[in-house]
């Protein structure tokens, strides 16, 4: 458990992973770039007053093509990629609920797409006029937002009740975790935006929401690493065949 592993069969040299060791890799890249971004913030957390412009803004977790940006994409990339490929496998397979993992796995590489192009943020202008509600939608994205995850959570039950029970638990928690920060985090954000400005408790919001929205993208990648090795039939996934 938690190593790469080599085995020889029929003559082929298979270089297969762990869902433990993905997760280790993936999970320190995380705790780079999230430490990283909570040293940049410093001087926001202890001096008065707050700026926007850190001391080197690449780290800084708000910046659109920083390193939180740049690490966030890759990861649900990799999450989408994984979920295609329990899709096509569970097709092969005959398993009912192919069609959901290849939903899935589309919406992350969207979502990978939309992390570096902010697409979701454009959606607030058709939206600039309706209620604030105290500041909770002052990002009014968000409203686009708690729509979409409310219709995906009703439509993908079926999906999750034909799912191994373990399986549809982490997903569920992985979902939970993400948009809590995507979402919830966004909107708490924006209420102590439209009451305070930007503060220092709103810094405080911007880096709970990255490190929930990092930690609730990690539990996916788990979620899904552990269910392909076991579709696979296996404790690892192979990565690589060659004679």
Do not use: K
Not at 37 to 52: A, D, H, K, M, S
Not at 112 to 131: F, Q, R, V, Y
Not at 190 to 196: L, V
């Amino acid at each position: 458990m938690g190593h790469a592993s080599m085995s020889d069969t029929a003559g082929d040299s298979v270089v297969a992973i762990t869902p433990q060791r993905l997760l280790r890799w993936a999970s320190s890249a995380g705790a780079v770039v999230i430490g990283a971004g909570y040293v940049e913030q410093i001087p926001n957390l202890f001096l008065q007053p707050p700026t926007r412009d850190g001391w080197f803004d690449f780290f800084n977790l708000e910046a659109e093509m920083g390193s939180s940006a740049w690490y966030s994409s890759l990861l649900l990339f990799l999450v989408g990629a994984l979920m295609l490929w329990s899709a096509t496998i569970e097709r092969r397979q005959g398993r009912g609920t192919w069609p959901g993992w290849l939903i899935l796995g589309i919406g992350f590489v969207y979502m990978s797409l939309d992390e570096m192009s902010m697409i979701h943020e454009h959606t607030g202008a058709l939206l600039e006029n309706t209620p604030n509600f105290f500041g909770l939608f002052q990002f009014h994205w968000v409203e686009f937002g708690l729509a979409v995850c409310l219709v995906v959570a009703v439509a993908f039950i079926p999906f999750l009740l034909r799912l191994p029970r373990i399986t549809a638990v982490r997903l569920v928690i992985a979902g939970a975790v993400y948009v809590g920060g995507a979402v919830g985090m966004e909107m708490v954000g924006g209420a102590i935006s439209a009451a305070q400005g930007y503060t220092r408790l709103y810094v405080l919001a911007t880096m709970l929401e990255e490190t929930l929205e990092i930690v609730g993208a990690l539990l996916a990648l788990r979620c899904v690493s552990l269910h392909l090795a076991e579709v696979l039939g296996g404790t690892g996934i192979t990565l690589l065949r060659r004679r």
